[in-house]
């Protein structure tokens, strides 16, 4: 395996990880490891699996008829 060494991390980032580690009873290395595999390698999701999620929420979602100005307004809000 290979190894890496990071450098300058900033100590609020390195407190976050530490504190991250220990809630998830690893090593801040294991839970590096983590992060990269977690934002490297996303778990793939079984296209009959997806379906079956968007089957349960979509009844949560409404009728699902936006108007232009609606979609208009979503994009805008926050917007400066």
């Known amino acids: ?4 060494t990071l450098k300058n991390i900033p100590d609020d980032l390195y407190q976050q990880l530490k504190y991250a580690a220990k809630a998830h009873h690893r090593s801040i290395n294991s839970e590096i490891i983590s992060y990269l ?3 490297l390698r996303p778990a793939q999701i079984h296209p009959a699996d997806r379906l079956e999620r968007i089957r349960r929420i979509r009844p949560k979602a409404g009728s699902g008829d936006l108007t232009a100005e609606e979609i208009r307004n979503a994009i805008d809000d926050g917007r400066p």
């Open 37 to 39: 595999e977690n934002t």
């Open 1 to 4: 395996m290979a190894t890496i």
